[in-house]
């Protein structure tokens, strides 16, 4: 073998996985037709579900410097839209979570003790950085990690068998174990393999760009809704966004002009704005697809691969991140001999649902957008749900995935959720201890019985044992490479213990012989 996986896609979703199957230790190889990151506007924001994951592996300081550069653009657009007078721009663009089909949805009206809403740390705080901000990111932690990134090397076709698969390129082939496509979501593995990709036609036709204008003093700032459709302004310099209900775009390749953007644009806003330049432009549409699986023997597929939908909501990064999270150390752990195949199985099991939700989602969002007298009624009982704590709360839970929880075994309320960022008594936090991608069993109350079990286990867990003042109900968890709680228990439970044998063996395979501690 070459490598033990081919991945075919170098986006942010193609490059979290290839650092996740280093981290796991395999020989990784990512193939990317593009020969630099492409400098297309995409979506502008990540949810908290990404902010974690590249939180988890120390990703934090680099993710608030881009975020602080953004907001200074947004400061800059507010001055310029105020005459020079700035407002309080910083704390009026981090009053808000997101929207909701264009309905913004206030950070004050939260309900942070809802589970998944309050417990994120610092990431939470993480929200505006752009996409190819991401890819840069990762591109330069892949690096770092020894993934091979070939850019400019396109996947144009590959033949699998049990035992391998070979990559045919434009350069020559690869021959590896797995193959991921990452690819996008007109994927080429994804249409050679032959999933089946059912899902929703679209209804609707929709522009992102940033632009060079005059006139724009009559564009109102944020989300407005028309007679004719729904279009955005801001949050920086020249960005907008136009959707309308007149069907899919003949070509969706043709190239986006200024004339085409300055038409739509008008007639979305009826105000006479004049385009002079466009920076960075691109067309969407409302279709909603997904594969029914995610895996075909050798060949698994992650990210818009897997599932396309409108971007309405910027929650596609966000499920493209947590697809390579959930089936990197998986993946990786079968490859290294950790685990047996079937816990591949897993992905599709525990991803396919999210993706299915998230598509929905969406879905709910165009039927609140279209301007139909009934359409229009329901946005108006939407917003005034959104007013309220809870109608803000559900929406920003639903946002965030913070209701996710994958069916694993047990009965503690953490089980199958993402773990929460406790703050430990030594002064670290949760995620301090998941940088180097492996499993954590947080001992919580000095029990030995507990890190006895664990012990078989070294290379794969890691153990700490330290308090944590703020959850003392708390005895100990097991968390998983991507976070999420594989096994919990309370201080005090009569059997405290119970559960974690099978947990560990679950996701982690037989021990080594355990050496009993002195």
Known sequence: MDYDVVVAGGGPVGLMLACELRLGGARVAVLERLTEVDPTIKGGAITTPSAEALYRRGMLPPLAEVQRQAMDRFQAFIRERNGGDGGGAAGQGLGFVGHFAGIMLRADLVDRTEPGLGDAGPAAEIAFVAQQDIERLLGERADELGVDVRRGVELTGFDADDGAVTVRTGHGTIRAAWLVGCDGGRSTVRKVAGFSFPGTDPETTCHQAVVEMTGAEGLTVGWTTTDTGVYAHGPMPGRVVTVEFDGPPADRNAPVTAEDLQARLRRVSGVDVTITEVRTATRFTDHARQVTEYRKGRVLLAGDAAHVHSAFGSQGLSLGIGDAMNLGWKLAAVIGGRAPEGLLDTYTAERHSVGAGILDWTRSQVAAMRPDPQSRALRAIISDLAETVTGTTYLTARLNSAGVRYGLPGEHPLTGRSAP?????????????????????????????????????????DTLTVGCPARPELAAVLVRPDGFTAWAADAGAPTSTAGLTEALEEWFGVPEDAVTPG
Not at 435 to 461: F, K
Request: hydrophobic content about 45%; aromatic content about 2%.
């Open 421 to 461: 960022d406790l703050e430990l008594a030594d002064g670290s936090r949760l995620a301090d201890h998941l940088h180097g991608g492996r499993a954590l069993l947080l001992d919580l109350t000095d029990e030995p019985e507990l890190r006895a079990l664990a012990v078989g286990y070294a290379g794969r867990v």
